[in-house]
C-alpha cells in the first residue's frame, strides 16, 4: 500500500525491500534532517510541514518533501510499534521468568536439549513457562461438561482415556487419534486454542498437578478423573518413555533414572504431592474428582469401568461395560493405531530401536529392575518418607498379573 500511495503522489518508485537511510537521503534531500527532528510526532510532523509551507510564501511543498516526510513519519511509527513490541516482549519474559522458583542442574543424562525448571512446586520445561502456556493452561476456559483425564506421566493414563471417550461415545470404534480424540492440554498439539474452541464434550488429558489445572476446575467446573500407579512401576515404564521420546532422549542405565525421580528432577515431579494433592481433594470433592488406580484396574477392570461411569453418570448398559473392557485390554490397544501411538514415528517423536509405548501393560515390572541393592534402597527410602507425609498406599502387585 505504501508503494502504491507513493506511486500515486510522485514519480518516484522505491524498493522497499532495499530501502536505507543512505538510499533514502540520496534519493530525496529532504531526509537530510537531524535525526532529532525525525522523531516528531506525524502531528508534529503535519504541523512542521505546514510552518515551512507558511515561510515559502504559502507555497505548496515539492512532490517529493511530501514523499519523504510521508516515508520517515511511516518509518518512525514503524520503529516505534516494533521498539514498543519488543519491549513488551521483554516485560513479559521477565515476568515469566520471575514466576520461575529455580532452574534444575542439566542432567547428562537427557541427551535432547531439556531446561526443566520448577515452576509452582512442579517440575515442568522452562519452554512451558517462557512461551505463555503454563498462564494459557490457567486461563483456559473451562465448561460444566469438560472431562479432565490426568495423572502422573506413566500410570495408565492413555488406558483411562480410551476407556472414557468410549464410555461417553456408546462405546464407538473411532480410527481418530487418541490425541485427536483427547487432546493434551498443555502439549503444543493441537494446542489449548484448538481445545478451546472445540464445541460439544470435551475430554482433556493433563499431566499437570491439580494446582496447575485451569482456574475453572477450582471453581467447581468440569469432572476429573486421576489415574495413579505405584511408583516403582512408574519408574520403570517412565525409564523407557525417557529413553523412547526424542525430545527426552535418555541415555543412562536405570540406577542413574532412579536418582533423578527420587531427587524430583523429571518432568511433572515431585511424585507424592501429585497423587496426593488429587486423593485429599477427591475426598473433599468426590462429586467432581474421581481417583482410580492402576493396580485396580489391572486387578478387576469391570469393577473400576462401573466405578468410572457411574462418576460420570454415564449411560452404560451392563453390555457396553463388557464390550469396553474387551476392547480397552493392553493386548487390544497395543494393536489398535488409533490408541498406541505408532504416528508417533512419522512425525520423529520417537527413536529407533527402543521399547514401544505399550510397552508390557502389568502389574509388579519393577521386580525385573530394582535388583541392585542401592537403586533399591533408594527408591524404598524415597517411598517411605512419600508415605510417611501422605499416608497414602501402593498396591506393588496383585494375583491375576505377573
Ligand atoms: S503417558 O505417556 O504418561 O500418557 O503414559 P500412560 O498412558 O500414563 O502410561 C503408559 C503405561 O500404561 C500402559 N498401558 C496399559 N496397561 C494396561 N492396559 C492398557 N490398556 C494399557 N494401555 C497402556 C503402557 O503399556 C505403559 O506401561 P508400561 O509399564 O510401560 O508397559
Known amino acids: 500500500m505504501l508503494t502504491r500511495l507513493i506511486r500515486r503522489g510522485s514519480a518516484y518508485e522505491v524498493n522497499f525491500n532495499r530501502l536505507s537511510w543512505s538510499s533514502l537521503k540520496n534519493r530525496f534531500p529532504m531526509t537530510n534532517v537531524p535525526i532529532r527532528s525525525l522523531q516528531l510526532s506525524s502531528s508534529a510532523q503535519m504541523g512542521a510541514n505546514k510552518a515551512a509551507g507558511a515561510a515559502f510564501g504559502k507555497r505548496t511543498m515539492p512532490k517529493n518533501a511530501v514523499v519523504s516526510t510521508f516515508i520517515n513519519t511511516t518509518i518512525l511509527i514503524l520503529m516505534g510499534s516494533v521498539g514498543s513490541l519488543l519491549y513488551h516482549k521483554y516485560q513479559q519474559k521477565q515476568k515469566r521468568l520471575a514466576k520461575i522458583d529455580r532452574v534444575l542442574p542439566v542432567s547428562p543424562y537427557f541427551k535432547a536439549p531439556l531446561k526443566l525448571v520448577m515452576?509452582?512446586?512442579?517440575?515442568?520445561?522452562?519452554?512451558?513457562?517462557?512461551?505463555?502456556?503454563?498462564?494459557?493452561?490457567?486461563?483456559?476456559?473451562?465448561?460444566?461438561?469438560?472431562?479432565?483425564?490426568?495423572?502422573?506421566?506413566?500410570?495408565?493414563?492413555?488406558?483411562?482415556?480410551?476407556?472414557?471417550?468410549?464410555?461417553?461415545?456408546?462405546?464407538?470404534?473411532?480410527?481418530?487419534?487418541?490425541?485427536?480424540?483427547?487432546?493434551?492440554?498443555?502439549?503444543?498439539?493441537?494446542?489449548?486454542?484448538?481445545?478451546?474452541?472445540?464445541?460439544?464434550?470435551?475430554?482433556?488429558?493433563?499431566?499437570?498437578?491439580?494446582?496447575?489445572?485451569?482456574?475453572?476446575v477450582w471453581d467447581g467446573q468440569g469432572k476429573v478423573i486421576y489415574i495413579y500407579r505405584n511408583p516403582k512401576d512408574v519408574a520403570v515404564s517412565y525409564f523407557h518413555f525417557a529413553q523412547l521420546l526424542s525430545y527426552l532422549n535418555f541415555q543412562g542405565p536405570f540406577s542413574r533414572f532412579v536418582q533423578l525421580f527420587v531427587k524430583d528432577e523429571i518432568p511433572y515431579a515431585p511424585y507424592f504431592p501429585h497423587v496426593n494433592e488429587y486423593i485429599q481433594y477427591s475426598r473433599d470433592r468426590p462429586e467432581q474428582i474421581l481417583c482410580i488406580s492402576y493396580e485396580d484396574m489391572k486387578e478387576n477392570p469391570e469393577r473400576e469401568v462401573r466405578k468410572i461411569a457411574k462418576f460420570l453418570k454415564a449411560d452404560a448398559t451392563d453390555e457396553m461395560i463388557e464390550s469396553i473392557c474387551e476392547k480397552t485390554t493392553f493386548d487390544a490397544m497395543k494393536v489398535n493405531p488409533a490408541s498406541n501411538y505408532q504416528h508417533w514415528k512419522t512425525f520423529g517423536l520417537v527413536l529407533p530401536n527402543r521399547e514401544p509405548f505399550m510397552r508390557k501393560g502389568i502389574v509388579g515390572d519393577h521386580a525385573n529392575y530394582f535388583k541392585d541393592p542401592f537403586t533399591q534402597n533408594e527408591m524404598d527410602k524415597f517411598i517411605e518418607i512419600g508415605v510417611k507425609n501422605t499416608g497414602l498406599n501402593f498396591r506393588y502387585s496383585i494375583s491375576n498379573d505377573n
Not at 509452582?120 to 472431562?147: C, H, K, Q, S, Y
Not at 488406558?159 to 472414557?164: A, D, G, I, P, R
Not at 484448538?194 to 496447575?212: A, F, T, W, Y
Open 119 to 216: 515452576y509452582r512446586n512442579t517440575v515442568v520445561t522452562e519452554e512451558m513457562v517462557l512461551d505463555g502456556t503454563a498462564e494459557r493452561v490457567e486461563a483456559f476456559e473451562t465448561r460444566p461438561t469438560d472431562i479432565f483425564l490426568t495423572s502422573f506421566p506413566k500410570s495408565g493414563t492413555t488406558w483411562l482415556q480410551e476407556v472414557v471417550f468410549r464410555l461417553c461415545n456408546q462405546n464407538q470404534d473411532s480410527t481418530e487419534i487418541l490425541e485427536d480424540r483427547v487432546p493434551y492440554l498443555e502439549f503444543p498439539y493441537p494446542g489449548i486454542k484448538d481445545i478451546s474452541q472445540r464445541e460439544g464434550q470435551r475430554l482433556i488429558k493433563s499431566h499437570l498437578p491439580l494446582h496447575l489445572l485451569p482456574k475453572g
